[in-house]
């Protein structure tokens, strides 16, 4: 589970390669000029054989650099905070903290993308859109040695508004994000990116 969160940002749903016009402009302007954004999201899990095995929903945040929260709320409650140095994962009902680096973990996960910790002409390959379900889709291919991660889906409107991210692992796992009132270059308090350990729960990892 911690794995699956922290490697986040999931499902590619095959998608038909349909031929469409355009080129990689919109994902790189987008994600150049993106400096902070918050939202609703929807997260679902499927396995390798397209079985859903998870389905959650919460509150994203990120202000660059390197900094975001994903707040889930339903069905459990957990909490992953990256204040630009270390990132936080909270699991209420585990009562339990896992503290990570953020180098080494942003540097193998599509969460570069979105916090802008890496250049996203360093960390990916970037072909031109294909049209499906009314979205432009970009495929990204990481960069990155070890990446946790095989391919990276994202889905903008016809007004060029962020929606979809899908990817598929190396273990053939498939996670979609959909995103609701997603407010780009949105004014996000800093304080939600600071995170102290619940007292009483259990710490793994450096948190000093």
């Known amino acids: 589970m911690k794995k699956r969160l922290i490697g986040m940002l999931s499902l590619v749903l095959w998608l038909p390669s349909l031929v469409a016009a355009a080129d990689t402009t919109l994902v790189q302007d987008y994600f150049r000029q993106l400096q902070s954004l918050e939202g609703d999201f929807v997260q679902t899990v499927f396995d390798a054989d397209a079985e859903l095995i998870q389905a959650s929903s919460g509150k994203v945040y990120m202000a660059k650099p390197g ?3 994903w707040d889930y709320q339903e069905p459990f409650e957990q909490l992953i905070v990256a204040d630009g140095n270390r990132l936080w994962l909270y699991d209420k009902d585990l009562e339990q903290v896992t503290v990570r680096p953020m180098a080494e973990v942003l540097s193998t996960t599509p969460l570069a993308v979105l916090s802008g910790a890496a250049p996203i002409d360093e960390t990916f390959s970037i072909s031109e859109p294909v049209t499906h379900g009314g979205l432009a ?3 990204l291919l990481p ?5 946790e991660f095989t391919t990276l889906w994202v889905g903008f ?18 996670t979609r994000l959909s995103f609701d009132d997603l407010d780009p270059n949105a004014s996000v308090d800093p304080a ?3 995170f102290e350990p ?11």
Do not use: I
């Not at 409107?157 to 498939?174: I, K, M």
């Open 157 to 174: 409107n016809e007004s060029g508004e962020l929606r979809t991210l899908e990817l598929v692992d190396t273990f053939g796992q498939r």
């Open 192 to 194: 939600l990116f600071r």
């Open 198 to 208: 619940p007292e009483g729960v259990d710490v793994v990892g450096d948190a000093s």
């Open 137 to 139: 889709w970009y495929e």
């Open 67 to 69: 900094r975001f929260r």
């Open 143 to 147: 960069t990155v040695p070890d990446a």
